[in-house]
């Protein structure tokens, strides 16, 4: 476990991601003791990594940049047009991308005059968010060029075949193929330490740039706790309040 620890660790992974896997691994062995098929945790005497607790490290892009990436996918190819609907589909919900690979096409529909998508968010729950109208027009646009619309069964991103104008319907997109094609759209906008935490953490900060109430962007991304959406939150206030502002010498 320890050797596993410092993988992570050569690997470049985050503090708060190899807590994250070690806790799993945490969890699992809890539950073999639970059952007696072991009877110590391996994962239990690791030390954990220390992680800044009060704000996320991901970086937040302005509402320029966040335009530049948007308009690099070519909308008249459809790897062009999925891939701008996947980007729009982060900036313009915050979710995580995990959620965006288990949408369906049924998690997509009209309620009361709003356009809906329907998330599977941690802990096995659903939920359900009004969405603008530039993203549901882009995935308007994604599903009538992918021809899937009608099979709400099937994933609502799926993987483009070699064959022009082709999906696979058989597979689903994976995680780290987003988060591959969210790294590449942000090197071609010329945006460094830019991945697709990114994306939720600018969704946050300009929510609340704009105005919108905590408590809403709170329930908006999925946060079960209103201080973990307070993390998020690097609004340009926050900067121009700054003493050193303040200070002439």
């Keep these: 476990m320890i050797a596993f620890k410092k993988y992570l660790q050569s690997q470049g992974q985050s503090p708060r991601t190899i807590n994250n896997r070690l806790s799993a691994i945490s969890s699992l062995f809890n539950h073999l003791i639970d059952k007696q098929v072991v009877k110590i945790n391996v994962a239990q005497g690791v030390r954990r990594m220390k992680i800044n607790s009060d704000r ?3 970086k937040v892009l302005s509402p320029k940049e966040v335009r530049k990436m948007l308009s690099i996918p070519d909308p008249f190819k459809l790897q062009g047009l999925r891939d701008k ?4 589909t982060l900036f313009f919900t915050g979710c995580r991308v995990s959620e965006v690979c288990k949408l369906k096409v049924k998690d997509f ?3 009361q005059g709003f356009y809906i ?3 599977w968010v941690k802990g096995g729950k659903r939920n359900r968010l009004a969405i603008n109208q530039e993203l549901q027009i882009t995935i308007r646009e994604y599903l009538r060029m992918a021809g899937h619309e ?3 069964e099937s994933f609502l991103f799926l993987p483009v075949k070699h064959a022009p104008g082709k999906t696979d319907k058989k597979r689903k997109m994976s995680r ?3 988060d591959y094609l969210f790294k590449k759209y942000a090197k071609l906008a010329l945006l460094d330490g830019v991945t697709p935490h990114s994306a939720r953490a600018t969704f946050i900060t300009q929510a609340l740039e704009n105005n919108c109430p905590i408590e809403a962007v709170q329930k908006t991304v999925g946060h079960s706790q ?3 959406t307070q993390m998020y939150d690097k609004r340009v206030a926050k900067y121009r309040e700054s003493a050193s502002f303040a200070v002439r010498y």
């Design 56 to 58: 996320v490290e991901a």
């Design 85 to 88: 609907a996947i980007l729009s």
């Design 176 to 178: 780290k193929t987003i």
């Design 109 to 111: 529909y009209q309620e």
């Design 150 to 152: 009608d099979e709400k």
């Design 226 to 228: 209103i201080k973990t």
């Design 117 to 119: 998508m329907d998330f």
